[in-house]
């Protein structure tokens, strides 16, 4: 069994829907990860928080045993992020993205990492995902997720972190527009030939296509009764998923479905509020049934 290690944003976020507005709550890509990846496995998150970070955002990582060691508490204010979510939840618009502290995070060590740990690079600036692989000794497994911003203002940098990754998760915006293709299989060409050998593309309700040593395969989505949030769904998936791998060892694929279970389960809920209330079995359970 493995430890994952992951390092992104640990937010307050400002989340508008068509039928709810909430202000400052705990989010970050960071945040959603560690919990989904620790319904399996231990974990350990590397970021930064300000001052105004509330504890009850502290026992947030404390209550689901995720180590905070490198979790660092400086003098300003939290990355804040807010968004308004269209009726139908098929668009988002990003209304402001505040750094704080996180404009100087500058980690030089991490504490506690071992050789057998995964190290997942969650959203973040590409540049700060790859002082993380210079600092970080050998991993088992790399892992990163990036997002629209990063492709259109800093493709040059992406393109230096992928050539360390071993499994990459993006959506299917994102793989058409790193690509310059529409076509699911140029763009696991494409991204592959750029150091990935294993490529995760989401495709939000269809589930996803995954790229696993040259094999494609498209799995199913895991059903949603309703969705009241769908913040933080790609980080819940990928934690699902390495935290499954790093509890039994197991492929890739055998890991999707955990990853879309836990996904499924965040996005019935506002913020992190569903997934703190699901349990290991609860995903389990979710994927024997529909297996079944
Ligand atoms: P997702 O819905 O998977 O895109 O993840 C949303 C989470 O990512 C929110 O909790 C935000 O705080 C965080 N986030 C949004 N924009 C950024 C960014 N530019 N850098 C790091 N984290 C971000």
Redesign the pocket.
């Given at each position: 069994m493995s430890s994952i290690i992951t390092v992104?944003?640990?937010?307050?976020?400002s989340i508008e829907t068509h039928n709810n507005s909430v202000q400052s709550i705990v989010?970050?890509?960071?945040?959603?990860f560690s919990i989904a990846a620790s319904l399996f496995a231990s974990v350990k998150v590397v970021g930064i928080v300000g001052e105004d970070f509330p504890e009850k955002g502290i026992n947030i990582f404390k209550n689901n045993n995720i180590n905070i060691d490198n979790l660092e508490r400086a003098k300003g204010t939290t990355?804040?992020?807010s968004?308004k979510y269209n009726s139908d939840f098929s668009h988002?618009e990003?209304l402001s993205?505040n750094?704080g502290v996180?404009e100087s995070f500058n980690p030089s060590q991490i504490i506690g990492e071992e050789e057998n740990d995964i190290l997942f690079l969650?959203?973040?600036?590409p540049s700060l995902q790859k002082q993380i692989i210079n600092i970080s000794n050998k991993k088992k497994l790399i892992a990163c997720?990036t997002?629209n911003?990063?492709i259109d203002n800093n493709l040059d940098d992406l393109h230096g972190v992928l050539s360390y990754i071993d499994l990459f998760f993006l959506n299917e915006e994102e793989a058409f527009m790193m690509s310059k293709s529409t076509s699911l299989i140029d763009c696991f060409k494409h991204i592959s030939m750029l150091g990935p050998n294993n490529i995760v593309i989401k495709l939000g309700e269809r589930g996803c296509a995954v790229f696993e040593s040259g094999k494609i395969t498209k799995m199913s989505p895991h059903p949603v009764k309703t969705v009241i949030d769908?913040?933080?769904?790609?980080?819940?998936?990928a934690g699902g998923v390495l935290g499954y791998m790093a509890h039994s060892n197991s492929t890739l694929i055998d890991a999707i479905d955990y990853g879309s279970a836990v996904a499924s389960c965040a996005i019935e809920g506002f913020?992190v509020d569903n997934l703190l209330s699901v349990t290991a079995e609860d995903i389990v359970g979710r994927v024997n049934s529909l297996r079944e």
């Open positions: 992104g944003s640990v937010a307050l976020d989010g970050g890509s960071a945040t959603y990355f804040k992020w968004c988002r990003t993205t750094l996180f969650a959203n973040i600036h997720d997002m911003l990063w769908p913040t933080g769904a790609g980080d819940c998936f913020g």
